[in-house]
């Protein structure tokens, strides 16, 4: 006697769920504006705090080292003691530092208000994420709703800039931090009614040594992307990332011996998922990498101020504004694989319109360029999310989401290192040649460094001498721009192979199927409470 199985077709969300999305995305827009709203600020804090140069340093990147490399601490966190109750926790955490920060009156204080912003970011991020994941189970609804998550996402870096410039216009430094408490006290008043609360029953204690063994490895390579980025290699900086990889291995060794591991390496066996990072990665890498030559160029070469170069960066992001859910849609009729390799196909016409920039091109050239490599790259990544939630249960939800959002820290990490020592090496090398005959060496060891250090310099020259030097160095930096476009299109490209060979036919598993696919000893049915 044969028996005919019959699937059940999965729930749709309906409108609590999706006003549930909404406040969602409080936290989600905030956390990412905080990676970027201080860059106005810098000067009214030194004036007010007088911190020494390291002080500054850490002001700016404590935050995002914390976030980077607690996210997947905190995910699996999130899985054991409730996906909800650890965004409420990281809500009060994020409110309460931002007040600090706000009222701040030593370097110190803020850089210890910034590292406590940065553990409430690591609890909000793969929340959000593994809530999304657990309130939609519907396909369809679910990657409209992770393309507007991935849209918020990077709609917030893009708005933070704008925002601080604003707000430091009418009112104190503090300000920038303040504007978060409001949002934090909506989410803990609304998450509540709205968000349902998720779990995963079958977890086992939480284990504090591959906490530590995780913050230990991505710490230190994160620490030394970062800085070989900024200031070139040296021993230490790259004793950093041995040692974090090192840490690496003893934590996948712990993983793979623990019956109830922080991460499940059956995850990886599963098609796609393995796949979906690595072109997350990629596309962050171009994304994050990039950045840095478009806003200088904003400044330095077509001599916007900083607020107006903020508010001219925008259009990229608002031309790619909707790409993310239309792109979710038309994976419902058109194969995911082919979807991203056009995606990274778009990014690489759009870097090649970067190549034809010059000093004297007109603003629209490289506001095209970027919003054609953009809308690429959100359309990436918003299916890539996509199918790493799909292909994890979604009792893992929390972990798969922080893993996401660790390979996008690593790849932007890492094209900030790569992609910005491609432009920093031609500039050097070109402007020697640019240079007039007769500069003092000082002033042109200075102007060699960097484009910011010629434009110093060139303040303190006759007119004939400055205009040369400075001609010197924006052709020099355009120089550098063009190769680095060139090697986000050579990583665009291997970021497309990528995509059509490790996840042609994998689509989002229904979590009917994935229940009955084991992964490893963590396995448990789901847990919904407390709606």
């Known amino acids: 006697m044969m028996t005919t199985m019959t699937t059940t077709p999965a729930p749709r969300a309906g409108r609590r769920e999706w006003i549930g999305f909404t406040v969602l995305m409080l936290p989600l827009l905030l956390v990412s504006m905080d990676v970027s709203v201080l860059y106005f600020a810098v000067p009214f804090i030194s004036e007010e705090l007088r911190p020494t140069g390291a002080q500054q340093l850490w002001i700016f990147d404590i935050y995002g080292f914390v976030l980077a490399g607690l996210l997947i601490t905190m995910g699996a966190l999130g899985d054991r003691i409730g996906r909800r109750r650890l965004l409420l926790i990281g809500a009060t955490a994020f409110g309460a530092a931002s007040l600090l920060a706000a009222y701040a009156d030593s370097a110190p204080t803020l850089i210890a208000a910034r590292a406590v912003l940065g553990v409430g970011g690591a609890t909000l991020m793969p929340s959000t994420l593994a809530l999304v994941r657990n309130m939609f189970h519907d396909a369809k609804q679910r990657g409209t709703a ?6 918020t996402l990077t709609g917030g870096i893009a ?74 290699l040296s021993p230490v900086r790259v004793l950093a990332i041995v040692a974090g990889l090192l840490v690496g291995a003893l934590f996948l060794h ?19 998922f393995a796949g979906s990072l690595a072109v997350n990665l990629l596309a962050m890498f171009a994304l994050v990498g990039f950045a840095i030559f478009t806003t200088q160029h904003l400044q330095l070469v077509l001599g916007l101020s900083p607020l107006r170069a903020a508010l001219w960066s925008l259009v990229p992001s608002l031309a790619v504004g909707g790409i993310a859910p239309a792109a979710a849609a038309l994976a419902q009729r058109v194969e995911r694989a082919y979807l991203i390799g056009a995606g990274f196909g778009i990014a690489v016409l759009g870097f090649a319109v970067l190549t034809q920039v010059t000093p004297e091109t007109s603003l629209w050239l490289l506001l095209g360029g970027a919003s054609v490599y953009a809308a690429g790259l959100v359309m990436v990544m918003s299916l890539v999310t996509e199918l790493v939630l799909g292909a994890a249960p979604p009792e893992q939800a929390g972990v798969a989401s ?7 820290e690593l790849g932007g990490a890492l094209g900030m290192a790569i992609l910005g020592s491609v432009g920093a090496a031609i500039y050097r090398r070109e402007i020697l040649d640019g240079l007039p005959a007769g500069l003092p060496a000082d002033t042109g060891a ?32 355009t120089d550098g721009l ?50």
């Open 482 to 531: 063009h190769l680095a476009a060139i090697a986000a299109m050579v990583a665009m490209l291997l970021g497309a192979v990528t995509a059509l060979v490790t996840l042609r036919g994998v689509r989002p598993a229904d979590p009917a199927a994935l229940a009955a696919e084991p992964t490893g000893p963590a396995d448990a049915s789901l847990s919904s409470v407390s709606r």
């Open 159 to 232: 708005i933070g800039p704008v925002l601080s410039g604003v707000l430091l216009e009418h009112f104190w430094w503090g300000s920038i931090f303040l504007i978060n408490i409001p949002a934090m006290l909506m989410l803990l008043l609304l998450a509540p009614i709205l968000v349902p609360e998720f779990r995963n029953p079958a977890t086992g204690r939480f284990d504090l040594v591959s906490a530590a063994l995780s913050l230990g490895a991505l710490l230190p390579v994160i620490y030394g992307i970062k800085e070989m980025a900024r200031d070139g």
């Open 254 to 272: 712990r993983q793979r011996t623990r019956a109830y591991p922080m991460i499940d390496l059956g995850l990886f066996r599963r098609r796609g």
């Open 446 to 477: 200075a102007a060699r460094e960097t484009l910011g250090g010629a434009l110093a310099v060139a303040q303190g020259l006759p007119a004939d001498l400055a205009d040369a030097v400075l001609h010197a160095a924006r052709v020099a930096f």
């Open 146 to 151: 992770i393309g507007i998550w991935t849209a």
């Open 402 to 408: 922080a893993l996401t959002e660790s390979s996008s």
